[in-house]
Nanobody
Framework: QVQLVESGGGLVQAGDSLRLSCAAS????????MGWFRQAPGKEREFVAA????????SYADSVKGRFTISRDNAKNTVYLEMNTLKFEDTAVYYC??????????????????WGQGTQVTVSS
């Protein structure tokens, strides 16, 4: 069992930056692919970014590529999402998730086994 706790959300203006953190309870953190998803009101939860177990490979949704950066610190059992040049359409609840899939990175919701409770990010225009 892996418990994930997100932090770092808040209210910012368009163009600002924000860094989300997700702390995992498990000492097997390094065995999981980690991902970030988001869900805006009335919309499906969507993939944002993912990072491989060793942090050597990352994947991003086209909508955030070049603006967001995912990273992880296996010694601290933590994954991060650095968000720059935020836009109004980035407003959503952001969730971190852990996947035990036998792949380098995965971007499908169904491939993630554990989820955090989410943290709200609101970008004012």
């Amino acid at each position: 069992q892996v418990q994930l706790v997100e932090s770092g959300g808040g209210l910012v203006q368009a163009g600002d930056s924000l860094r989300l953190s997700c702390a995992a309870s498990s000492r097997t953190f390094r065995m999981f692919i980690m991902g970030w998803f988001r869900q805006a009101p009335g919309k499906e939860r969507e993939f944002v970014a993912a990072i491989s177990r060793s942090a050597s490979t990352t994947s991003y949704a086209d909508s955030v590529k070049g603006r967001f950066t995912i990273s992880r610190d296996n010694a601290k059992n933590t994954v991060y999402l650095e968000m720059n040049t935020l836009k109004f359409e980035d407003t959503a609840v952001y969730y971190c998730a852990a996947s035990g899939a036998s792949a380098v990175v995965v971007d499908g919701k169904s491939q993630y086994n554990y989820w955090g409770q989410g943290t709200q990010v609101t970008v004012s225009s």
